[in-house]
């Protein structure tokens, strides 16, 4: 490698390992080549220093890949405040969009891949609408994403699920769009989910929440440090579709509750915008040349 040839520190930035992918799997879902592994455990084993998104995912390269826990650093990823905000509000939002004003609108933002959990979302929106039948009028579910990587049949899959549930009615498929208008379709929504099975992080649920709408997520992995449970949204725990169900239900029946956590989720996402991530990061970048400086020092001495 460059850095070993060169001497240059090697600061290396994780983003969903394939361990910890491995081990919260979508039913049905590949799991990632040993070959993949075999390439994260070269490039722990070579850099300087690593940062992980939380706290979490540095334990887990201290346990599954046998990194030094001195030379992992926590920097959690930041989002643009500047372009997610919550700006005018979900009113104006709704009318740039065409959206009416008393719809009920639960939105996924995201890849159409198994390990994403769009599916989750449908199922939960199907038992919604058979235990409270007259919410078929105004709920709308937006999925907005496409397919990539191996998930390259997932979007007509997740057609025929929407189908097969009776959804066609309610399901609203979208391509991805430019990035002022995602902020428009975030603070458009009253509820912003995101049931994947692992997330090194979550961005999607920060921006959600800088735009002032509260997120629904699952309790696992980055997602407990995007998302505080109770103050900027609500964590699940795993992916049966009654509980999500029960939690999208319970916040849907109190607006005011929505309200109290719509100000949390700003206030929460405040904390994440890039300006601290660059400080923090410049600060690893600092750590990484004062060690190669020492080194050169001691080398050095060695060889005098």
Known sequence: MISEQ??????????????????????????????RAIGEEQVVKAATGLIANTDAEAASLVSLYGACQDNVFV???????????PADGKANARQRLDIAPDAIMLTFVG?????????????????????????RAKLAVVIMGGASGGGVNELDNLKALSKFLKLDDVVHFIQPV?????????????????????????????????????????????LRTAVSDGISGSLVDGHDPKAWSAVI????????????????????????GWENTARKTLDVYD???????????LSRLNLA
């Open 75 to 85: 920097v959690a990823p930041g989002v643009d405040l500047t372009t997610y905000n």
């Open 178 to 222: 430019a990035h002022l208008s995602l902020a428009d379709w975030y603070r458009a929504s009253d509820l912003v989910c995101v049931p994947s099975y692992s997330e090194s992080f979550g961005l999607v649920a920060l921006e959600a929440q800088a735009c002032g709408t509260p997120v629904v997520a699952t309790a696992i992995g980055g």
């Open 6 to 35: 060169t001497s240059i520190p090697l600061i290396h930035t994780m983003h969903t390992t394939a361990k910890v992918k491995n081990l919260n799997l979508a039913q049905g879902e590949k799991p990632e080549p040993q070959i």
């Open 249 to 272: 239900s319970r916040l849907i029946a109190e607006p005011q509750r929505r309200l109290l956590l719509s100000i949390g989720a700003v206030e929460h996402a405040s904390h994440f």
């Open 287 to 297: 750590w990484a040349l004062s060690k190669k400086s020492v080194k050169g020092q």
């Open 111 to 135: 890849r159409i891949q198994p390990h994403k959990g769009p599916d989750v979302l449908l199922r939960a929106a199907a038992q919604m609408v058979e235990h409270t039948p007259h919410l």
